[in-house]
């Protein structure tokens, strides 16, 4: 008998810059704040720490000085476990392969409740440092890195490919970032809340063209546990939960760029793993009401949401200028504010995705609340959407 | 022979060379740009592999490329790190070789170039050695 996976608890840390310099007398340290995260979520989900057989961690960032982390906190909150205790790395993918891992436990009969969790600290470390490990993570290191592409580089390109291809603008990819810091707005985890203009958008620096600051993700720290079930634990709680339904992947086997010259910003990893999750879930695009995507810049969002079938290929930017993707439009896309405005934790961020899903799934998302909402789709990726995991997740009330 | 350009400074982050792959940096710093291709499917490869990544056979040769292409995308990196920052603001972008091939490299152009500009590989030849730039035509 296949076990249904569900997630009944879950918090966060509101995404901030709370890491504090090496030399800095009195420090703020990755355990401590996970500790709380962690008896916060639990205490959502209404169940006793006994019950915690798995536990499944997104790997912080190599800043963290505490390593073997997983172990450490497993000791550190005094979590006896028979399933597993680990950490996963995957770049971007990071959380959204320890959701995985958890869940996998969960369906193997492994464990009944597994925590899916993690920390993400780095905001103290200057980005022209982590920039020297970041672009060895998000290219090849002998033909690539001596250029001088940096990991948003890659989706630079994918913009301007976008606005050659499609006659679309940078008015029309940054009217993203205005919906997202409005949605931002009603999000009291979100690392930036006050609205912003689209002629604020347009004038600042540039980054990467044609984006600039606000069309690229923030730097912030952020922590996450996601409490996993079998979702029969969860029907006997009484608690509205979230239920997996479908789960997708797909790694096109090439790295930034296809060696064989390929449609880029088709993202088809992201057109694989979405139709794979959809059948699964026994659902078509037109069944979702929401989605949380893995989207560190205005264009991946664009190209995600067209390759998820969620907007038609080419009308994304657009549909967005024309409120077809906010809050209150067809199909609202970050409702949490999304990477440029929710921020972007990287380990970490799909935690925030899935918690995103939770609160809207489960009807607590107050003033930023999708009516009536049942599905919603998230997405995380590797590179340049090479690679793409997708879950299609139920609200069970 | 490909066209040649000299920098009067070291490479920010120069690639790591192996046996193997000497043959593609020793031969652009005289002018040649070639990668390998596989004696089983004819299938060529970017980056030069001691293997086909299409067949696994692991019976290839060096041959030479045209050098031409088309530029897929560009774009000009403003916040960079740190050991590229005395470069900025540079162009990068991505080049459909005539071959049917895709790379990635810097970009020489002081003006934004069009996309599916005809362009040509060029060699920069830095005081410790060579990298390689895409040019429009
Ligand atoms: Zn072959």
Redesign the pocket.
Known sequence: MTRNVAILGAAVLPVAKWQKPRDADVQVLEHEILAKVVIAAMADAGLDKSEISSLVFAQPRPYTQQKYFATFIANYLRLPCTGTVQEVLGNGMTAALAFEAAANDIRLGKSQVALALGINFESAVPAVEHMMNSMKATGDVDFHAPFGFTPISWYAMDAARYIYEFSSSREELASISVKNRRHASLNPIAQFRKPITLDEVLAQKPIVEPLGLYEVPPRGDGAACLVMVDEEIAKVSGKPYVRVRGRGFFHEGAHQINEVPNDMIALASAQRAGQAAYSEAGVTADDIDLAELYAPCTIIEVLASEALGLVPRGQGARLCAEGVTSLGGRIPIATSGGLQSRGHPAHVTPFYSFFELKEQLTGRAGERQVRGAQLGVTSAELGNYNAALIHVLEGVQ | MLASQAIDRIRAFPPRMTEFTKQFWWGLASGDFQTTR?D??E?LTFPPKPF?P??W?EGVRWVPLSGRGKLYSQTVVHAAPMVFQEETPYRVGIVDLDEGLRIATRVLSETEPGLDTAVEIVVLQYRDGPLFAARPL
Do not use: I, K, L
Request: proline share 0%; aromatic share 0%.
């Open positions: 596989c089983g499917c299938r086909c299409h067949c056979s």
